[in-house]
């Protein structure tokens, strides 16, 4: 069985403050693939990354951070120097190739940034 | 642009109701996807169907069927709908090997 927890139900900062999300991870397959999407107010789940569980290198997209570590089985996402726009609920997610390509969720973080 | 278009933004619906709900994606995917969206748990995975007339139950099936009868389409059924089920629907594609999924708007259904 896989599981997904992101223990952070809401966060709230100023924007211009940076902001980490946490999301811990649960599988028995040794490849898997690991997801963060966004979803706005419009309510559209948005897809920001994928990762394989055998790349371990960090990414950067912009404002956008990823730290991937499978010895404490976590994919934490970092946005430096929020903006209001980056108010959303963010998703982190689990597939595998035993699961079908069926995504488990985890519970979600909404981030609020005021402005 | 790809698009994954859900029929209805918002729904009302009475208890007993036998209530669809369509879902159409213009990518040629092979996986389509139908999850429900509760505060605190998330989304969890109703049915998907990997191909034209297959279907595979999820993680929370009950209540609900689903029909595929063409490649582009996926509906939702909620047979007699019940209170509890009143929830965010989001059905999503992609494509068959692990990809990203492309999600649609959301139907918010409401029971009464």
């Known amino acids: 069985a896989q599981k997904v927890t992101q223990a952070q139900t809401e966060i709230s900062v100023v924007e211009k403050e940076d902001v980490t999300l946490d999301c811990v991870y649960e599988t028995r397959d040794t490849t898997y693939y690991l997801f963060w999407y966004k979803q706005p107010p419009s309510g559209e789940l948005v897809f920001l990354i994928r990762r394989n569980s055998f790349d371990e290198q960090n990414e950067i997209s912009g404002r956008y951070s990823w730290n991937f570590q499978k010895s404490t089985s976590s994919f934490n996402f970092t946005i430096t120097a929020s903006q209001v726009v980056d108010s959303a609920v963010y998703f982190c997610?689990?597939?595998?190739?035993?699961?079908?390509?069926?995504?488990?969720f985890g519970g979600g973080t909404r981030l609020m940034v005021k402005p | 642009d790809v698009k994954v278009t859900q029929s209805s933004r918002y729904l009302v619906k009475r208890t007993g109701e036998k209530v669809f709900l369509e879902c159409v994606q213009d990518m040629d995917h092979e996986n389509m996807f139908w999850y429900r969206q509760d505060p605190g748990l998330g989304l969890r995975l109703i049915y998907f169907?990997?191909?034209?007339?297959?279907?595979e139950k999820g993680d929370i099936p009950e209540g609900y069927s689903v029909s595929r009868e063409k490649k582009e389409r996926f509906s939702l059924i909620l047979e007699s709908a019940s209170t509890n089920q009143t929830s965010m629907y989001l059905c999503a594609s992609s494509q068959p090997r692990v990809t990203e999924a492309f999600f649609g708007q959301g139907t918010r259904l409401t029971v009464v």
């Open positions: 169907s990997y191909d034209v007339k297959m279907k």
């Open positions: 997610a689990l597939t595998s190739f035993f699961a079908g390509n069926m995504l488990t």
